[in-house]
């Protein structure tokens, strides 16, 4: 297991290259990213045609970026659904709240009857 703050140096492979990066990421972790980059580059180069690995990193970078900024956008919009229904939910529980407080207020005729003589006043039925 490696320590806390420790750097580690993981060498991986991007189109055909070899990079050595230091990180304390895990190193399964990094792998996985070199493996997206790797991945991203291929379809740029195999849907553009671009035999300038140069033109072809920025390609992909450009795809990637796009990529994580609509992820980006689309998680505000999550967040934002998600307070609103949640404002909508607590609104819905203090309305709830105050009719069950309303609902354990005694009626006049429970009142009557649990504080009150049992038998039917004069005239009443028996």
Do not use: C, N
């Not at 990094?30 to 990193?57: C, F, G, H, I, N």
Request: net charge negative; hydrophobic share 35%.
């Amino acid at each position: 297991m490696k320590d806390e703050g420790m750097d580690t140096r993981i060498e991986v492979e991007i189109f055909g290259q070899t990079f050595t990066v230091t990180t304390e990421d895990d190193e399964q972790y990094v792998r996985v990213l070199a493996s997206y980059v790797d991945q991203w580059m291929r379809q740029v180069e195999e849907s553009t045609k671009t035999p300038v690995p140069l033109r072809v990193a920025i390609m992909a970078a450009l795809s990637i970026a796009d990529e994580y900024h609509k992820a980006i956008r689309r998680e505000a919009e999550i967040r934002q659904e998600a307070e609103r229904l949640s404002s909508l939910l607590l609104d819905r529980l203090e309305q709830s709240e105050k009719l069950d407080g309303l609902s354990t207020l005694k009626s006049p005729v429970d009142a009557f009857t649990a504080d009150g003589p049992t038998a039917a006043p004069e005239g009443g039925a028996k």
